[in-house]
């Protein structure tokens, strides 16, 4: 039997019940209920914003709302971790079908109070509206708190480039669901909600990383980005990177191709990579490449490489 829908409950209603009983933090001075939040923070803010559109971020059959919910702060906070500040608030819009069951909503919205305690993060606020997919759109702020941003231009000759979280695992995950498979299960839950390396991003700024991005469209095509801003060639060494046996199995379970290429161009995990002076690598990151004066660009073994380096979003 359908449940109450998004329409039959109504605008204010539901965002009662999304709202109700959130957690808040001292520097959030008025929390969701009024036309905006109020927050003081002790240092300068990032903004960022990110946007998942049923259908072409998620499917419903492939993931649950509280995946969704989950996956959508996870990717808009990995933003705010890579310029080496710390999460602080977000809120969120959703546009949703009326028809939609509110118990879907209800499951969102647990998913994104999980990844918030996860990331160290409060929801403040947000905004809903109808449309035929269900759209999710997440503004976050994150606190510097007195230290400069990490940007993408910084990366300098004689850094070394490093990543901290995981390569290629969504991609893999995707690769079996598009083929109507559920397993193998780690890579399948990795596209579902990814795992970005909270904490990771003010790690490398203190350490004194020179530059850094979130990995969303794939490894070759945001350090790619690094490259470009800092006028630098970097030199990926395949060898340094961790291919995990779950992405070996299907590689060869959809034809026998390279698991490398999961790891080089696979999008969705939020892996952090960034530069560093080699003497100031902190732990838990993991040195994959080199930066050098020269053509801006990105090689693999030294070899420029051959074939799509990510996720291209038109």
């Not at 109507?180 to 579902?192: D, E, K, L, Q």
Request: hydrophobic fraction near 45%; aromatic fraction near 4%.
């Amino acid at each position: 039997m359908a449940g109450v829908t998004v329409a039959e409950r109504g605008e204010f209603n539901l965002i009662a019940a999304v709202v109700a009983g959130l957690p808040s933090a001292d520097s959030v001075l008025l929390g969701p209920g009024d036309d905006g939040a109020v927050l003081r923070p002790d240092g300068d803010l990032v903004i960022s914003i990110d946007t998942m559109v049923e259908g072409v971020h998620f499917r419903k059959d492939w993931s649950s709302a509280s995946d969704v919910g989950r996956k959508a702060v996870a990717s808009s906070i990995a933003d705010i971790e890579a310029m080496g500040a710390v999460p602080s608030a977000l809120v969120i819009s959703l546009a949703l079908p009326g028809d939609l069951e509110v118990a879907w909503v209800t499951e969102f919205s647990a998913g994104v109070r999980e990844e918030c305690r996860l990331a160290g993060a409060v929801l403040v606020g947000g905004d809903t509206t109808s449309a035929s997919d269900i759209t999710v759109t997440c503004s976050v702020l994150g606190n510097l708190g007195g230290r400069a941003a990490v940007t993408r231009t910084g990366a300098r000759p004689g850094d070394v480039l490093a990543i901290c979280g995981r390569l290629g695992w969504a991609a893999a995950g995707l690769a079996v669901l598009k083929r109507g498979f559920r397993s193998p299960r780690a890579v399948v839950v990795a596209h579902r909600v990814p795992e970005p390396p909270y904490g990771a991003g003010l790690v490398a700024a203190e350490a004194g990383a020179t530059s850094m991005i979130d990995v969303s469209d794939g490894l070759l095509a945001d350090v790619g980005h690094l490259a470009r801003g800092s006028g630098m060639t970097f030199d990926i060494n395949s060898a340094l990177l961790d291919i995990a046996e779950p992405q070996r199995v299907v590689a060869a379970a959809i034809g026998g191709g390279d698991p490398l290429v999961f790891a080089l161009t696979g999008g969705d995990d939020h892996a952090l990579a960034a530069t560093f002076p080699p003497e100031s690598v902190p732990e838990g990151w993991t040195v994959i490449g080199t930066v050098a004066a020269g053509e801006p660009g990105v090689l693999v073994d030294g070899q420029p490489w051959e074939g799509e380096a990510g996720w291209h979003h038109f």
